[in-house]
């Protein structure tokens, strides 16, 4: 069956403590790794879209980068507009079709 | 440029009744996806719609329900209501060239 794993479940950090967030993935074929932020209340947000081992994507203060059986969300210097819930989803199809499988995410808190 | 657009935000429900949830895609996407989101859960694919049909479906019952309209907008409809449907659903949109883009969600509580 296909899964996606998130940990850790909840990440508290101080303002400028880098970190690194996980997901592991069982995705038969995986055609796209995506990554999510999502505040409370609202839709995802998309951040980076991962397609082969070894690639990486940097937006401001994220790095997303992606192995055979895990990717990274590393952040930097992290600040207190960063708290949100960040959620991995995997597909094993291209392009629009198909359905994302997601993690349970890792919620972020960053303090001052 | 409008995003993908819900409505309602809100809804409380009684048990048994049945809920039409509504989305209006980004412009230039033509396909929609419908998620049921539980409190501190991921996200879960109830099913996909291109060209009007469904073109695929994830392990929900047969009372999850939808349609998609030629201008590509998109309803969802649950039919006798439990408890356990209380969610957030969220619609997604996206075309060959572009991802998917999320809307903010329709709230559902069941009471």
């Known amino acids: 069956e296909d899964q996606v794993t998130q940990s850790p479940e909840a990440l508290r950090l101080q303002e400028g403590e880098s970190s690194s967030l996980n997901c592991s993935y069982t995705?038969?074929?995986?055609?796209?790794l995506f990554w999510y932020r999502q505040d409370p209340g609202k839709g995802p947000e998309f951040l980076f879209t991962l397609y082969s081992a070894g690639e990486e994507k940097e937006k401001e203060r994220l790095k997303a980068t992606l192995t055979k059986k895990e990717s990274f969300l590393h952040i930097t210097a992290p600040k207190p507009e960063d708290s949100a819930t960040y959620l991995c989803?995997?597909?094993?199809?291209?392009?629009?079709?198909?359905?994302?499988?997601f993690g349970k995410g890792t919620k972020l808190s960053v303090k001052p | 440029d409008a995003g993908v657009t819900q409505s309602p935000t809100h809804l409380i429900k009684t048990r048994g009744q049945q809920v039409t949830l509504r989305c209006s895609p980004k412009?230039?996407?033509?396909?929609v996806s419908w998620y049921q989101q539980a409190l501190g859960q991921g996200p879960q694919f109830i099913f996909q719609y291109y060209e009007e049909e469904e073109r695929q479906r994830g392990n929900f019952p047969d009372r999850f329900s939808g349609h998609q309209f030629p201008n590509y907008s998109s309803e969802l409809n649950v039919n006798a209501l439990l408890l356990g449907d209380s969610a957030l659903y969220l619609c997604a949109s996206s075309s060959v060239t572009y991802g998917y883009t999320f809307g903010s969600g329709t709230r559902l509580t069941v009471v």
């Open positions: 412009s230039g996407h033509d396909t």
């Open positions: 989803a995997g597909s094993n199809y291209g392009g629009s079709q198909g359905n994302l499988i």
């Open positions: 995705v038969s074929g995986l055609r796209g």
